[in-house]
């Protein structure tokens, strides 16, 4: 097994995407959670199993109390320096069913770093408190680096990247491949369905992470419906044709309707313009779904979205039992929670508690 510590940054750093993931994973269990493809497809399955578990377990009081006290001596630290709503609650919620204790740092302003302490020792500050960080950052690659540094400590707890950047916001497609997998249940399940992604793509960091995971998937096509100033980054075109998967772009979100499974929209990153305003000046009219485009979709295809929304959904779409989104979120909870017990090891405790007795 490749261990983190014996690897010096700049290696470690200079490795592609696939290179990294076998430092990441132990024989039987992922050690952090940082890049979306670190996970395979066994991996995923199994992760799906478990958050189906989880979510069952969690219907009864019993099984609720079982899942609190799974990981009541440990504690979590949520280091979220960028903003979040969903993203933090959802991590809330998911150590609070696992029976975790948490503590936040939301802003640096309150924080060491307003002093000029690093990164890094704010990170190894959070390690002596905690056994869990799971941390949203600004900066592509900081949770990468962090786990890093832990790993030359002497408590090299595991990391969750909550979001990193433009780059990765691997929870995320998790909970978006466990939402795909849970609507496509009845219908053999992931593979050989087409996603059509929606939006900004060059700066939505789920899209890119979503691309990945869905490259483990047979016969699935993927594609991109954007403008040109918003479109996918050749970075994931390349990953996706050395996955030899079939892919394309466009202008036209009604015109690939039709075929869509699943439609993945997306926001406007604006947060990144290099300068203020710049993205207002595209024209996102026709990448938004309203009502009218429902009758374009397959009546079995369901429509995603990562939130925070503004007008690529319309509101009138909510109640359509296609629109996903809500369940998507809440999907979010249980597969963080499964994703922390596998990070804790607790897998297969986990399956082997019988469902009834709960
Ligand atoms: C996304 C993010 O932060 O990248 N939000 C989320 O975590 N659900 C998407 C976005 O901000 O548009």
Same mark, same amino acid.
């Given at each position: ?155 090299? =707890? ?6 990193? @950047? ?6 995320? #497609? $998790? &909970?978006?491949? /466990? %939402? ?15 996603? =059509? ?6 700066? @939505? ?6 691309? #990945? $995971? &869905?490259?483990? /998937? %047979? ?140």
């Amino acid at each position: 097994m490749k261990r983190l510590e014996q690897v010096a940054w700049q290696e470690f750093q200079a490795l592609s995407l696939e290179e990294k993931a076998p430092y990441l994973s132990d024989k039987n269990k992922p050690l952090h959670a940082l890049i979306a493809q670190q996970f395979d497809r066994g991996q995923l399955d199994k992760l799906n199993e478990l958050t189906t578990k989880i979510r069952q377990l969690a219907k009864s009081k019993t099984g609720n109390d079982y899942l609190q006290s799974l990981l009541s001596h440990k504690r979590a630290m949520l280091y979220f320096t960028q903003p979040s709503t969903r993203t933090f609650l959802s991590f809330c919620s998911a150590c609070e069913i696992l029976g975790i204790r948490i503590g936040e740092v939301r802003n640096t302003a309150t924080s060491s770093e307003f002093k000029g302490e690093s990164q890094e020792d704010s990170v190894r500050t959070f390690s002596s408190y905690f056994d869990l960080i799971i941390m949203r950052s600004q900066m592509g690659g900081l949770a990468e680096r962090m786990a890093w540094v832990l790993s030359n400590t002497t408590r090299p =707890v595991p990391i969750i990247n909550a979001g990193s @950047g433009k780059d990765q916001h691997p929870t995320q #497609a $998790l &909970l978006d491949i /466990y %939402t795909l997998q849970r609507s496509f249940e009845n219908r053999g399940g992931i593979d050989h369905k087409s996603i =059509v992604f929606v939006g900004d793509l060059r700066r @939505g960091r789920t899209v890119r992470s979503l691309s #990945a $995971l &869905l490259t483990h /998937y %047979t016969g699935v096509k993927q594609y991109f419906v954007a403008p040109d100033a918003l479109q996918i980054s050749t970075d994931i075109t390349t990953e996706l044709d050395a996955a030899g998967v079939q892919w394309e772009t466009s202008h036209s979100m009604s015109e690939l309707l039709p075929e869509a499974d699943a439609l993945y929209v997306t926001r406007v990153q604006d947060e990144w313009d290099a300068e203020q305003g710049e993205s207002s000046q595209i024209d996102i009219s026709e990448y938004c779904f309203t009502r009218d485009h429902l009758d374009l979709l397959k009546p079995d295809g369901i429509i995603m979205h990562p939130f925070p929304r503004r007008t690529e959904i319309s509101h009138d779409v909510d109640s359509d039992p296609r629109a996903m989104y809500w369940r998507q979120m809440r999907n979010g909870m249980w597969v963080r929670s499964a994703l922390i017990a596998s990070l804790f090891g607790l897998r297969e405790q986990l399956m082997n508690y019988p469902t009834e007795s709960a």
